[in-house]
C-alpha cells in the first residue's frame, strides 16, 4: 500500500468555519440558554420526588403501566433518578452544542517512537546500568537471579493443588461414578416422596422420581450433589410397542422403565415427553433419546444412550431399583469407559 | 468539519472567552498553586487542550466504558447485601410464593434485594442490563475499530488490549450471571461443568479443582463471587487503564477530510468541550440505563425459583453474548470417542472450548496478518472507509455471518416454536448455514464494495445527480449532473491503492506472494487528472437553466 504523493484531486485543506445560528443570532442563544437552565432545573424537582417515593411509597403497591403491572416503588425510583441523570446528561451536551465555542482545532500528530536522540539516551543508560550491575563479570549473579524468580513461581502454584480433591480412580468411584441408587431402594416421587406403586402407572405416563434415601439427607450439599446424580423418569409404555434387549429383559415391569434423568451430553435433567413417539427431548440442547429402545440417542449432541436403572417390584408391589446404575450417569468425562454403554443394535 | 475562522464580536462564544471587566487574581489560582506546588499540577494537566475528533462511531467505546462505571457503581450497591453462600436456609422474606423453600443464601439474599431493599431491584436491572450493554458496546466498537482499519500500526497493540477486554468481559457477564444460583444460572453452572469435563486430559481434574469436588460442591459461588467482584473487575480496570493511556499516547484516528492528515488531528479540545461532551455522555448512558431497570424486567429470578439439579425451563437461554457458543453446542453432530477406557467429548470441547479460543486467537492475530499480506509498515491515523479495503471489509461480514448463524443456531427451540418447523430441520439447516453463509456473506460484500467504489468513481468524474431529466433537441433525455466540491472530491479520491507485494522486492514466500495479489485485485482504481479533466470536458450537454456558476457542468 502506497501514500500516493500525486493525488488526483488536490487537498483544498480545511473547511470554512460556519457558524451556528446561536453564534449569529443573540435571541437564539438566549433560547438555548434557558432550555439548559430549564433542564438543570428539573433535576431537583426530580430528587425531591425521589425522596417522596423513597420514604412515602409502600414497597407493595402496584402500578398499571400499559397493561403491565409493576412495583410502583422501583418503578417510580428508576424513573425520577433515570431522568434527572439524563436530564444532567442533556443539558451538558447541550451546552457544549449550542454555546461553548465549536472553533474546532488543530494539533500535530508525532510518530509513536521516541526521537532516535531519546532512544539511544536510553540504549546508552542501559548499558551503564548494566554495567554498574557487575552482571557481566559475575555471570552466575544473573542466570541465578532468573532461575530462582522462575522457581518461586513454583510454590505459588503447587498451593493451589488443594483447590479440590484430586479426582483418583477411588474418588471417582465414590463421587461421579456412583448414585444413591442400591439394591432395594425404593423409586419416589420427586417433589412428595411417596413410593411408586407399578400398578398406579398408566400406559404413556411419566413421573419424575428419586431414591427414597434421598429425602433423608440433611446437608444440603450432600443432597444437592445426590440429586443431580440420582434423579430419574420412571415411564409406562406398552410392551408390545417397544424394543427390549435380552439383556434388559428384567430390568423393566410390564412396560415400566426407568431411565437416568441427567442428560448424557452435559448434564441437563432432560425432561420433555413425546408419549406418542416414545422419545425424551433436552431442553437445553435438544438431544434426544429413544425410550422404547434402551435410551438410543436419535438425535442432538448427546453421544451416549440414557443410562436405564434396573427396576422390579417389591412384595409390597412398590417400584425398587434391582442395583444401582451400571453405567456412570450424566456428562463424559476423559478417564469414562464408555464402553458399556448401550449401543444401538446390542442384545 | 469546520476551519478555524473569526468569530462574529456579537458570538456568545466570544462571551466566554472575554475577560471580566475588574480582572484581578482568578479565583482559580490560589487552590490550583497550593496543588501545584505539592503534585506539580500544572505539568499534569498540560493537555487539557488535548484535541479530540468527532464521529458518532467514535462514542460507541465511550459507551462501553461508561456501562463499564455504572456496573461499579451498581455493583457496589449490590455487594452491601448479597451473600455468596452455597448454605441451605429456609427462605423468611417478604415473598410469599417462595416461604420456607429450601434454597442457598446466594439465592435467599438475591430475592431480599429484589423485595426488601428498597431500590434494590431496580439497582439489580440496572446492573444486569448495564452489563448486557458493556458487552454490546465493546463488540459494536470492535466492530468499529476492524472495518475502518483503526487497528493497524501503531495501535496493534491497543486491538490486543481489547481483544483481551471483550474476552475478559463474557467471563466476567457469565460469573456475575451465575451468582444468585436461581434455576436458570445453576443450569449455567451445570452447563459449565460439562463443559470443564470434556477438556481431554484433565477435563476431571478442572472440573473437579473448580466446584472442589463433585458438582454443585460448597464453594463454586464464593470463588465465582472473588473472580466476579474482585479479580475480573481489577483486570478489567487495568487493562482499561492502559486502552486510554494508549489512547491518548496515540491520539484518536479520525475520518479523511480535506485538510485532514496522517500528521495532523483536527477537532474540539478536551476542555472544555469534551469534558462537556463525555461528561455529558456518561450521564446520558447511566440515564437511560436506569430508566431501562425500571421499565424493562431483566432476569425475574424469583419467577424461576432456587436451583435444583433436577428441574430446568424449557428455552433455557444464556445471556446474549454466550448465545454463540450455546448455537454451535446444540448444532455439533454428536462426536465422541471411546478409546481405550477413556471417553474424548469433541461434541462439548469443539463448541465450547475450542470454538472460544478459535475467536479470540482470529481476532488478536487479525491485524498482523493482514500487515503480512500487505507489507505495510507505516503507521495509519487516517481511517479506512470499509469500500476501500473490500477484503477486509468482507472478512469482516463474513466473521459476522457465521457468529450470526451459531447465534441463532442458539435458539433453534425458539425458532422452531416460534415458526412451526421442525427442531431437527432446523438444526441441520443451521450446520450448512454456519459454513455456507459466511462464504455468500464475503462473496456479496465485496461485490457490493466494488460497487461502491464504482459508484464513487463515477460521482467524483461525473458529479452529484440532480433529479432534474433534461430533454435535448434531438429528442434524446438526460439526467442534468452538478459537479461536487473540491472537499468531497478530494475526499473520495484520496485513499491509498492497495498494491500487490512486488514479487522481486523481497523474498517472499509463494503463499504470501498470492495471498497480497489476492488482496490487491480487484479494487477500482481512483481516477486519474487526465480522467476527470476528459470527464469534465466531456460534459457538452447544455448547462442547466438557473445553475448558479458557469462552470456548473452537466453530463451523463
Known amino acids: ?308 436403572l434396573p427396576i422390579t417390584t417389591d412384595s409390597e408391589g412398590y417400584l425398587v431399583a434391582r442395583s444401582g446404575f451400571t453405567v456412570p450417569v450424566g456428562p463424559s468425562y476423559f478417564e469414562r469407559d464408555s464402553s458399556k454403554d448401550f449401543k444401538e443394535g446390542d442384545r | 468539519m469546520a476551519k478555524p475562522a473569526e468569530l462574529s464580536p456579537a458570538s456568545p462564544a466570544m462571551e466566554v472567552r472575554t475577560p471580566p471587566k475588574d480582572p484581578g487574581p482568578s479565583k482559580l489560582a490560589g487552590p490550583a498553586t497550593w496543588v501545584d506546588e505539592r503534585i506539580g499540577l500544572a505539568k499534569l494537566m498540560s493537555n487539557i487542550r488535548k484535541v479530540f475528533p468527532d464521529h458518532w462511531s467514535f462514542l460507541l467505546g465511550e459507551i462501553a466504558l461508561y456501562s463499564f462505571v455504572i456496573l461499579l457503581l451498581t455493583g457496589v450497591f449490590l455487594t452491601i447485601w448479597f451473600k455468596p453462600s452455597m448454605a441451605e436456609v429456609d427462605y423468611a422474606g417478604s415473598y410469599e410464593l417462595l416461604r420456607h423453600v429450601r434454597m442457598s443464601e446466594a439465592f435467599s439474599s438475591t430475592l431480599s434485594i429484589s423485595f426488601d431493599i428498597r431500590g434494590g431491584l431496580l439497582v439489580r436491572q440496572i446492573h444486569h442490563w448495564s452489563a448486557m450493554l458493556f458487552v454490546a458496546a465493546m463488540t459494536v466498537h470492535m466492530l468499529r475499530v476492524f472495518f475502518t482499519g483503526a487497528f493497524r500500526k501503531p495501535r496493534e497493540l491497543n486491538w490486543l488490549i481489547g481483544v483481551g477486554l471483550l474476552s475478559i468481559g463474557l467471563v466476567e457477564g457469565f460469573a456475575g450471571y451465575s451468582l444468585p444460583d436461581d434455576l436458570l444460572s445453576g443450569t449455567g453452572l451445570r452447563f459449565v461443568d ?231 430441520n432446523v438444526t441441520y439447516f443451521m450446520r450448512v448455514a454456519v459454513f455456507v453463509v459466511p462464504v455468500l456473506a464475503f462473496i456479496v460484500t465485496k461485490r457490493i464494495c466494488l460497487s461502491l467504489q464504482r459508484a464513487d468513481k463515477d460521482r467524483v468524474l461525473h458529479g452529484s445527480e440532480t433529479n432534474i431529466i433534461v430533454r435535448s433537441p434531438d429528442g434524446g433525455y438526460s439526467e442534468a449532473h452538478v459537479p461536487i466540491s473540491q472537499g468531497e472530491a478530494y475526499s473520495l479520491t484520496r485513499h491509498p491503492q492497495l498494491d500487490a507485494l512486488p514479487p522481486n522486492g523481497e523474498k517472499l514466500g509463494r503463499t504470501r506472494q498470492r495471498l497480497s495479489r489476492w488482496y490487491a485485485d480487484g479494487q477500482v482504481p481512483t481516477p486519474t487528472v487526465e480522467e476527470i479533466e476528459a470527464a469534465a470536458h466531456h460534459s457538452d450537454a447544455p448547462a442547466l437553466e438557473g445553475s448558479d456558476t458557469a462552470e456548473s457542468g452537466v453530463s451523463h
Not at chain 1, 176 to 202: C, Q
Not at chain 2, 356 to 373: C, D, K, Q, S
Open chain 2, 194 to 424: 460439562g463443559l470443564i469435563r470434556s477438556i481431554p486430559l484433565i477435563g476431571t481434574w478442572a472440573e473437579f479443582f473448580v466446584f472442589a469436588g463433585e458438582f454443585p460442591g460448597t464453594l463454586v459461588i464464593p470463588r465465582l463471587y472473588m473472580v466476579h467482584i474482585l479479580l475480573v473487575p481489577g483486570l478489567l480496570l487495568g487493562l482499561i487503564s492502559a486502552h486510554m493511556a494508549l489512547l491518548v499516547y496515540h491520539k484518536h484516528t479520525h475520518w479523511p477530510a480535506p485538510g485532514r492528515t496522517n500528521h495532523n488531528i483536527q477537532g474540539y479540545p478536551f476542555f472544555p468541550i469534551y469534558v462537556a461532551k463525555a461528561g455529558g455522555f456518561f450521564f446520558i448512558v447511566f440515564g437511560i440505563t436506569i430508566l431501562m431497570g425500571a421499565l424493562i424486567q431483566i432476569n425475574p429470578v424469583w419467577l424461576y425459583g432456587p436451583y435444583n439439579p433436577s428441574q430446568v425451563t424449557a428455552g433455557s437461554q444464556p445471556d446474549w453474548y454466550m448465545g454463540f457458543v450455546e448455537g454451535a453446542i446444540r448444532i455439533i453432530p454428536n462426536w465422541e470417542w471411546h478409546v481405550l477406557g477413556t471417553t474424548w467429548s469433541w461434541n462439548i470441547f469443539l463448541p465450547g472450548v475450542a470454538l472460544m479460543g478459535l475467536l479470540f486467537t482470529a481476532l488478536a492475530v487479525y491485524p498482523f496478518i493482514e500487515a503480512w499480506i500487505t507489507g505495510d509498515k507505516s503507521e495509519h491515523h487516517l481511517l479506512d472507509r470499509p469500500r476501500n479495503a473490500p477484503n477486509r471489509t468482507a472478512f469482516g461480514v463474513a466473521g459476522m455471518a457465521a457468529y450470526g448463524m451459531l447465534w441463532l443456531a442458539g435458539g433453534n427451540d425458539i425458532i422452531a416454536t416460534q415458526f412451526q418447523v421442525s427442531l431437527n
Open chain 1, 1 to 308: 500500500m502506497s501514500e500516493q504523493k500525486n493525488l488526483p484531486v488536490p487537498d483544498p485543506g480545511l473547511e470554512e468555519h460556519e457558524h451556528r445560528f446561536t453564534d449569529v443570532n443573540e435571541a437564539a442563544a438566549d433560547r438555548a440558554y434557558r432550555q439548559i437552565v430549564g433542564m438543570l432545573a428539573a433535576v431537583p424537582v426530580l430528587v425531591l420526588a425521589f425522596l417522596f417515593v423513597y420514604f412515602g411509597v409502600p414497597k407493595d403497591a402496584e402500578l398499571v403501566l400499559f397493561g403491565a403491572n409493576l412495583q410502583m416503588q422501583t418503578t417510580l425510583l428508576g424513573l425520577t433518578s433515570g431522568l434527572a441523570t439524563l436530564m444532567i446528561g442533556v443539558a451538558a451536551i447541550a451546552w457544549a452544542r449550542s454555546l461553548m465555542s465549536d472553533e474546532e482545532i488543530v494539533g500535530e500528530r508525532h510518530g509513536a517512537a521516541s526521537p532516535p536522540e531519546a532512544r539511544e539516551r536510553v540504549l546508552a543508560d542501559l548499558e551503564t546500568g548494566i554495567e554498574a550491575s557487575g552482571i557481566r563479570r559475575r555471570k552466575l549473579l544473573g542466570t541465578g537471579m532468573a532461575g530462582a524468580l522462575g522457581l518461586i513461581a513454583v510454590p505459588a502454584l503447587v498451593s493451589l493443588a488443594d483447590l479440590g480433591p484430586w479426582p483418583t480412580p477411588a474418588l471417582r468411584a465414590e463421587t461421579i461414578e456412583r448414585t444413591l441408587w442400591a439394591e432395594g431402594v425404593r423409586l419416589v416421587n420427586d417433589v412428595s416422596y411417596l413410593p411408586l406403586k407399578a400398578s398406579d402407572l398408566e400406559v404413556g405416563q411419566l413421573v419424575n422420581a428419586v431414591p427414597e434415601t434421598l429425602e433423608k439427607i440433611e446437608d444440603g450439599t450432600a443432597f444437592q450433589q445426590g440429586k443431580a446424580k440420582a434423579a430419574i423418569i420412571v415411564v409406562r409404555m406398552d410392551p408390545n410397542s417397544i424394543k427390549i434387549p435380552d439383556s434388559r429383559k428384567d430390568w423393566q415391569i410390564n412396560g415400566i422403565l426407568s431411565y437416568s434423568k441427567i442428560c448424557t451430553h452435559v448434564g441437563c435433567p432432560i425432561s420433555l415427553w413425546e408419549q406418542q413417539t416414545h422419545h425424551l427431548l433436552c431442553p437445553c440442547h435438544q438431544s434426544t433419546f429413544d425410550l422404547a429402545n434402551s435410551g438410543v440417542v436419535v438425535f442432538g449432541p448427546a453421544a451416549r444412550s440414557l443410562p436405564q
